[in-house]
């Protein structure tokens, strides 16, 4: 990756043997591996076990995660907030991993509804819950530093399993909870 990251510096023009730029090479490709680590990652690991038995069967929301990915289209980065709920059908999940599967996801080449349903059938998966939601309001570079050059607009994405697509109450309440406290 580092050949590849000098090769980019000297395309656009500039020196990779200047003084500033020597190590650049080496740090973009650091900083693209941690950015992309998702794909060494899986769910079960990261996961590790920790679902555990539950009589609660009320929502249970985790909102405002930060969430920083990179646009495929563009290699951007789209920078937002995820919010994530669940019903629990006699197991819950660690509250922690619920952050981590978001980090997991996003830290790959996404478009903000691949990553917003990935997360929903994670979550799902691991907890049998009877629904999950998950909304996704991000602003993508690409569209704001680039392009269209739109830096006031941000995109929303939802992804609604189970309850939270069939019973509009369910729905209702997720949406309604997450908007609160702003
Ligand atoms: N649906 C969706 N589109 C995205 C996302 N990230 C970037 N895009 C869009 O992907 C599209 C790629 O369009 P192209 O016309 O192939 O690329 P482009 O010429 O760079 O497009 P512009 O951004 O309009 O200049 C653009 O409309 C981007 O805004 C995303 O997460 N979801
Ligand atoms: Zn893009």
């Given at each position: 990756?580092?050949?590849?990251?000098?090769?980019?510096?000297?395309?656009?023009?500039?020196?990779?043997?200047?003084?500033?730029?020597?190590?650049?090479?080496?740090?973009?490709?650091?900083?693209?591996?941690?950015?992309?680590?998702?794909?060494?990652?899986?769910?079960?690991?990261?996961?590790?076990?920790?679902?555990?038995?539950?009589?609660?069967?009320?929502?249970?929301?985790?909102?405002?995660?930060?969430?920083?990915?990179?646009?495929?289209?563009?290699?951007?980065?789209?920078?937002?907030?995820?919010?994530?709920?669940?019903?629990?059908?006699?197991?819950?999940?660690?509250?922690?991993?619920?952050?981590?599967?978001?980090?997991?996801?996003?830290?790959?080449?996404?478009?903000?509804?691949?990553?917003?349903?990935?997360?929903?059938?994670?979550?799902?998966r691991v907890t049998g819950?009877?629904?999950?939601?998950?909304?996704?309001?991000?602003?993508?570079?690409?569209?704001?530093?680039?392009?269209?050059?739109?830096?006031?607009?941000?995109?929303?994405?939802?992804?609604?399993?189970?309850?939270?697509?069939?019973?509009?109450?369910?729905?209702?309440?997720?949406?309604?909870?997450?908007r609160t406290g702003r």
């Amino acid at each position: 990756m580092e050949e590849h990251f000098r090769a980019i510096i000297e395309a656009i023009g500039e020196n990779p043997d200047r003084e500033g730029l020597l190590r650049t090479p080496y740090r973009a490709a650091r900083a693209l591996e941690f950015l992309t680590q998702g794909y060494e990652q899986d769910l079960d690991e990261i996961v590790n076990g920790a679902v555990f038995e539950s009589s609660n069967d009320e929502m249970v929301i985790v909102k405002d995660i930060e969430l920083y990915s990179l646009c495929e289209h563009h290699l951007l980065p789209f920078i937002g907030k995820a919010h994530v709920a669940y019903l629990p059908a006699g197991r819950v999940i660690g509250l922690s991993k619920i952050p981590r599967i978001v980090d997991m996801y996003a830290r790959r080449l996404q478009i903000q509804e691949n990553l917003t349903q990935q997360i929903g059938q994670s979550i799902q998966r691991v907890t049998g819950a009877h629904g999950v939601g998950v909304v996704i309001e991000a602003q993508h570079l690409c569209a704001m530093m680039r392009g269209v050059q739109k830096q006031g607009s941000s995109m929303i994405t939802s992804m609604m399993l189970g309850r939270f697509r069939d019973d509009p109450r369910t729905r209702q309440e997720f949406l309604d909870l997450i908007r609160t406290g702003r």
